[in-house]
């Protein structure tokens, strides 16, 4: 299993609603990464966990808010989004931080209205 | 930190040429160069990487090379079809338990029949 799955595919949102946004992976890996990607432009990290713990915060606004629960399993919690959150957030993992492969999802595209 | 720069930004070919797209990096602590392939609307994957210790690694018609003194790398794609289009980054990372990948912008190759 090389697979990293993210639900929902699609999410639109209010500015003032909260949602959030699930990835799994089972292959093992201690690293997973939420990413950001507008269009042409290559993913931007948001937050990497290491062993269940956040290891990177790249200076992401509080209105995103990552949880780990387990070694599997990575949310992002969304709350009161701006118009310019809108793009593609992928998840990736990894067998552990570092210069290792990076596994990516097939994201979820949001858009706040 | 890290900063890659990667060229040309589009690359158009027809079916059957080859295609180079080149990337080089400042910090001379990376190590690790993977390259990913990002078809419209899809998930950003991995199709080839090269660490520091080996200066070029084949897989059919693609390959990529790496100079370490010069800080630069390149994918080279033969024989190409047009089911190769599309936008491929190239990213770094260095040897350590906190790094992370830094991406290049993207090159969009689009292949001719």
């Known amino acids: 299993d090389t697979e990293v799955t993210q639900t929902p595919k699609h999410l639109v949102m209010g500015m003032t609603n909260k949602k959030s946004l699930k990835c799994e992976q089972h292959m093992g890996h201690r690293a997973m990464y939420w990413y950001k990607q507008k269009a042409k432009k290559p993913p931007e990290l948001m937050f990497v966990?290491?062993?269940?713990?956040?290891?990177i915060n790249e200076s992401v606004p509080s209105r995103f808010s990552p949880e780990c629960p387990n070694s599997s399993l990575l949310n992002l919690h969304l709350h009161a989004l701006q118009p310019e959150d809108s793009a593609l957030y992928l998840c990736?993992?990894?067998?552990?931080?570092?210069?290792?492969?990076?596994?990516f999802g097939d994201g979820t595209r949001l858009s706040i209205l | 930190g890290e900063n890659v720069e990667q060229h040309p930004s589009t690359l158009s070919v027809q079916e059957g040429d080859s295609a180079v797209i080149k990337c080089t990096y400042s910090d001379s602590a990376s190590n690790y160069f993977p390259w990913y392939k990002q078809e419209l609307g899809k998930r950003p994957q991995l199709i080839i990487d090269i660490r520091s210790n080996v200066g070029e690694k084949k897989d059919q018609r693609i390959a990529v090379t790496l100079n370490k003194t010069a800080k630069h790398f390149s994918l080279h794609i033969t024989e190409t079809q047009p089911e190769d289009s599309a936008v491929y980054f190239c990213?770094?990372?260095?040897?350590?338990?906190?790094?992370?990948?830094?991406f290049g912008k993207g090159t969009m190759l689009l292949v001719s029949p």
């Open positions: 990736a993992s990894s067998l552990t931080q570092g210069n290792q492969p990076q596994h």
């Open positions: 966990y290491s062993y269940e713990k956040l290891s």
């Open positions: 990213a770094a990372s260095i040897e350590s338990g906190y790094s992370t990948l830094t």
